[in-house]
């Protein structure tokens, strides 16, 4: 059995360099100078965005927000990509003291392009309440009640929608392994309105966001001592967090709005911020506010969907989303790091994926290469083990399985149940440059396998088809994942049988009462698997499932039984006693 360093040695490289919470799908109409009308919807991220038309071309506000222009969007990518570039070097710095606090580590786990922290226990973070002259925080909107939705313990309010508080959140990813105890403090009031800090430079977005950093720490640096939330020793508070009045340009604020971001002050003109008790280099910040629908002028509370996407910036995890601004599919609703931060509004943001809890230590998968009958594969929101297929000629690659149900944090998942399945091609570089699913590439590193075949996203009806089996009005149209199906099992790197193809066959996925059964390379029922959650005692060492009955049972491709000898079979490719041939 493989040990779990083949899962998380390789998922560090992407530390601590800017990264953003992706653009709400929104959709409008704006008007441009002549008076045309032209709908919209919103696209990219913190270093670059516009609103796009059904043709293609790209708008952008003018110095009125009323207001839009065209733009040449291709002349602003390079500029865009330089500081994208820029900030990756914080990265590797953070790499290099992980890689020295790891001396002596087996080999193997540097071997796969990354180092690997377990995030386990009790953590202190800090949450710094920051308003303008011109934006105060909504009435209600105290101290207190940021107190409740961020540190609260089993909190809910129904009225607003919230199903739990930023801590809970954390705790119900790590099913209690690792508890983050925050410390809201302010608010604190800048010196100048909302837009000096929120504007959009001609190369820059958001060019004075620093100085509101530099303000809101120097107004709190003698309520709080920042070596409590400093987690590595390195002098280093690693967990800030900015939460500011008003809008966010994410989610329908204006240009002149702060875009929800986490980057490093090192590449600001400020520089790392040196207090007596700590410094303040890496930080994250999102809004309060949201519109209630798009170009509504009443608001509610952003929910914590940002935070917690932001939040697990500075835990280390990459976007899921098209980094590149384009209709990359990524993760969409089923990621945190994608869409999935919007779920209900922001108010209930969906489950960690099993890529992300493997690479965090709370989970081992449990590997699938010999005939087995998986039986009551729990959800995620039961804290159900992820399952895991290997391309064994190319280890980086590989398929995970999770059992996805309208439940817990995932209950505003838009109607979509059933089982998950995630394809990972881990490519070093596509971490480091946090381009994991960016269009620009020739594929996607870490992306839906899309059960109805489907990679639309226009509504919720498309993504409902992306999980198995895929059913339409009460007939089954996909139920398999095999080399065979559509879509098939492919690769991209060759297996070690010199295809392109899996050669696992997964079949009859059967969804009931909230739990996913479903055959491998045919079944057995002599070795029946569920994926009841263990403690995880070694975080290197992997885990050994049931005794498995030898046998020389014989399988095609596609997962149909052909007897016991495989001498009479003629040339192709097989399933024999859980090992793939070819003849």
Request: net charge negative; with cysteine; glycine share 10%.
């Given at each position: 059995?493989?040990?779990?360093?083949?899962?998380?040695?390789?998922?560090?490289?992407?530390?601590?360099?800017?990264?953003?919470?992706?653009?709400?799908?929104?959709?409008?109409?704006?008007?441009?100078?002549?008076?045309?009308?032209?709908?919209?919807?919103?696209?990219?991220?913190?270093?670059?965005?516009?609103?796009?038309?059904?043709?293609?071309?790209?708008?952008?506000?003018?110095?009125?927000?009323?207001?839009?222009?065209?733009?040449?969007?291709?002349?602003?990518?390079?500029?865009?990509?330089?500081?994208?570039?820029?900030?990756?070097?914080?990265?590797?710095?953070?790499?290099?003291?992980?890689?020295?606090?790891?001396?002596?580590?087996?080999?193997?786990?540097?071997?796969?392009?990354?180092?690997?922290?377990?995030?386990?226990?009790?953590?202190?973070?800090?949450?710094?309440?920051?308003?303008?002259?011109?934006?105060?925080?909504?009435?209600?909107?105290?101290?207190?009640?940021?107190?409740?939705?961020?540190?609260?313990?089993?909190?809910?309010?129904?009225?607003?929608?919230?199903?739990?508080?930023?801590?809970?959140?954390?705790?119900?990813?790590?099913?209690?392994?690792?508890?983050?105890?925050?410390?809201?403090?302010?608010?604190?009031?800048?010196?100048?309105?909302?837009?000096?800090?929120?504007?959009?430079?001609?190369?820059?977005?958001?060019?004075?966001?620093?100085?509101?950093?530099?303000?809101?720490?120097?107004?709190?640096?003698?309520?709080?001592?920042?070596?409590?939330?400093?987690?590595?020793?390195?002098?280093?508070?690693?967990?800030?967090?900015?939460?500011?009045?008003?809008?966010?340009?994410?989610?329908?604020?204006?240009?002149?709005?702060?875009?929800?971001?986490?980057?490093?002050?090192?590449?600001?003109?400020?520089?790392?911020?040196?207090?007596?008790?700590?410094?303040?280099?890496?930080?994250?910040?999102?809004?309060?506010?949201?519109?209630?629908?798009?170009?509504?002028?009443?608001?509610?509370?952003?929910?914590?969907?940002?935070?917690?996407?932001?939040?697990?910036?500075?835990?280390?995890?990459?976007?899921?989303?098209?980094?590149?601004?384009?209709?990359?599919?990524?993760?969409?609703?089923?990621?945190?790091?994608?869409?999935?931060?919007?779920?209900?509004?922001?108010?209930?943001?969906?489950?960690?994926?099993?890529?992300?809890?493997?690479?965090?230590?709370?989970?081992?998968?449990?590997?699938?290469?010999?005939?087995?009958?998986?039986?009551?594969?729990?959800?995620?929101?039961?804290?159900?083990?992820?399952?895991?297929?290997?391309?064994?000629?190319?280890?980086?690659?590989?398929?995970?399985?999770?059992?996805?149900?309208?439940?817990?944090?995932?209950?505003?998942?838009?109607?979509?149940?059933?089982?998950?399945?995630?394809?990972?091609?881990?490519?070093?570089?596509?971490?480091?440059?946090?381009?994991?699913?960016?269009?620009?590439?020739?594929?996607?590193?870490?992306?839906?396998?899309?059960?109805?075949?489907?990679?639309?996203?226009?509504?919720?009806?498309?993504?409902?088809?992306?999980?198995?089996?895929?059913?339409?009005?009460?007939?089954?149209?996909?139920?398999?994942?095999?080399?065979?199906?559509?879509?098939?099992?492919?690769?991209?790197?060759?297996?070690?049988?010199?295809?392109?193809?899996?050669?696992?066959?997964?079949?009859?996925?059967?969804?009931?009462?909230?739990?996913?059964?479903?055959?491998?390379?045919?079944?057995?029922?002599?070795?029946?698997?569920?994926?009841?959650?263990?403690?995880?005692?070694?975080?290197?060492?992997g885990i050994t499932v049931a005794n498995k009955t030898a046998d020389n049972r014989v399988y095609s491709i596609d997962g149909r039984y052909l007897g016991t000898d495989a001498s009479k079979l003629g040339k192709g490719i097989y399933v024999v006693g859980g090992k793939k041939i070819v003849k």
């Amino acid at each position: 059995m493989k040990k779990l360093y083949l899962m998380l040695s390789m998922l560090f490289a992407f530390g601590t360099a800017a990264n953003a919470v992706p653009a709400k799908k929104l959709q409008k109409v704006i008007t441009l100078a002549n008076g045309a009308k032209v709908s919209v919807e919103l696209r990219g991220d913190e270093y670059l965005s516009w609103w796009e038309g059904a043709d293609g071309t790209a708008y952008r506000a003018t110095a009125d927000d009323a207001v839009f222009e065209a733009f040449d969007l291709e002349a602003q990518k390079p500029a865009a990509a330089a500081r994208r570039a820029k900030t990756e070097q914080g990265r590797a710095a953070r790499l290099a003291r992980v890689n020295n606090s790891l001396k002596g580590a087996d080999d193997k786990m540097r071997g796969l392009g990354g180092d690997h922290i377990t995030y386990k226990g009790v953590k202190k973070g800090l949450v710094v309440l920051v308003d303008f002259k011109n934006k105060k925080f909504a009435d209600g909107h105290d101290l207190e009640y940021y107190k409740q939705i961020i540190n609260g313990k089993d909190f809910s309010d129904p009225e607003e929608g919230y199903v739990g508080s930023v801590r809970d959140y954390f705790l119900a990813q790590s099913n209690g392994q690792f508890e983050l105890d925050f410390d809201v403090v302010g608010p604190v009031t800048m010196s100048q309105n909302y837009g000096y800090y929120g504007r959009d430079g001609a190369y820059q977005k958001d060019e004075n966001v620093y100085k509101m950093i530099q303000e809101a720490c120097d107004g709190i640096k003698d309520q709080v001592n920042l070596a409590d939330y400093d987690w590595d020793g390195d002098g280093e508070a690693d967990q800030v967090f900015f939460l500011y009045a008003g809008l966010g340009q994410a989610s329908g604020g204006s240009a002149s709005t702060i875009w929800p971001h986490e980057s490093q002050l090192l590449y600001w003109p400020c520089v790392v911020l040196k207090y007596p008790t700590g410094n303040v280099n890496t930080y994250a910040c999102a809004n309060e506010l949201q519109p209630t629908t798009q170009g509504s002028s009443n608001y509610i509370s952003a929910g914590i969907g940002t935070i917690c996407h932001e939040f697990s910036h500075c835990l280390g995890f990459a976007d899921m989303y098209d980094t590149a601004g384009q209709n990359g599919y990524g993760m969409t609703v089923f990621d945190v790091m994608d869409q999935g931060s919007y779920n209900g509004n922001g108010f209930v943001p969906c489950n960690y994926t099993a890529f992300e809890r493997i690479y965090a230590g709370w989970v081992e998968p449990i590997e699938l290469l010999d005939p087995a009958t998986v039986k009551d594969m729990k959800s995620v929101s039961d804290y159900g083990r992820p399952f895991i297929m290997y391309n064994h000629k190319n280890t980086n690659e590989y398929f995970l399985m999770e059992n996805r149900q309208n439940t817990g944090w995932d209950k505003e998942l838009y109607g979509c149940n059933g089982l998950l399945i995630v394809h990972v091609n881990y490519v070093p570089s596509r971490w480091t440059n946090n381009s994991v699913n960016s269009s620009k590439e020739k594929i996607q590193c870490c992306t839906v396998v899309n059960a109805d075949g489907s990679r639309e996203m226009s509504d919720y009806y498309s993504l409902q088809g992306d999980l198995y089996p895929y059913v339409v009005k009460g007939v089954t149209m996909n139920d398999a994942f095999t080399d065979e199906s559509e879509p098939a099992a492919k690769l991209y790197n060759k297996n070690s049988d010199g295809t392109y193809y899996l050669g696992i066959p997964i079949t009859d996925i059967k969804r009931s009462k909230g739990s996913i059964s479903f055959n491998v390379c045919g079944g057995d029922n002599n070795n029946i698997l569920d994926n009841t959650f263990k403690e995880i005692v070694d975080g290197i060492n992997g885990i050994t499932v049931a005794n498995k009955t030898a046998d020389n049972r014989v399988y095609s491709i596609d997962g149909r039984y052909l007897g016991t000898d495989a001498s009479k079979l003629g040339k192709g490719i097989y399933v024999v006693g859980g090992k793939k041939i070819v003849k």
